[in-house]
C-alpha cells in the first residue's frame, strides 16, 4: 500500500462513521420512547439498528475524531432515529431477558 508523503499508513485507521452516528444518538432517542435500556436490550436495538443503515467507511488517524460528512449528516440523522426507532420496537416485542 503506497501512502503519500509525510503519511504513515500505521497512523490510519478505517471507521464505520454511522456506527459512531447511531452510538452517538441512540441513548437519546431511545430516552423519548418507553422501551427497555438494560444492556442486552441497547446492544440489541444498536445491532438491528446498524444492519438496517449503510455503512459509511472513512479514513482517519488513531484515536482522533473525524470530521462528520456534513452535506449528509441532516438525512443521516432522520435515517438513524428512524432506525433506532424501528429497532426498539422490535426489541420490545421480543427481549432477550425476563422482565
Known amino acids: 500500500m ?5 503519511v504513515n499508513v500505521q497512523d490510519l485507521e478505517i471507521k464505520n462513521y454511522m456506527e459512531a452516528c447511531v452510538g452517538d444518538m441512540l441513548r437519546p432517542v ?5 422501551a427497555c435500556q438494560c444492556d ?6 444498536l445491532a438491528i439498528s446498524l444492519n438496517s443503515l ?11 475524531l473525524y470530521t462528520k460528512i456534513s452535506n449528509l449528516q441532516n438525512q443521516f ?14 426489541v420490545s416485542r421480543n427481549p432477550r ?3
Open 2 to 6: 503506497r501512502s503519500q508523503p509525510g
Open 97 to 99: 431477558h425476563d422482565r
Open 30 to 34: 431511545l430516552d423519548g420512547l418507553n
Open 40 to 45: 442486552n436490550c441497547i446492544m440489541d436495538i
Open 77 to 90: 440523522d432522520v435515517d438513524i432515529i428512524a432506525a433506532i426507532a424501528k429497532a426498539s420496537v422490535i
Open 54 to 64: 449503510p455503512t459509511k467507511y472513512v479514513v482517519t488517524k488513531k484515536g482522533k
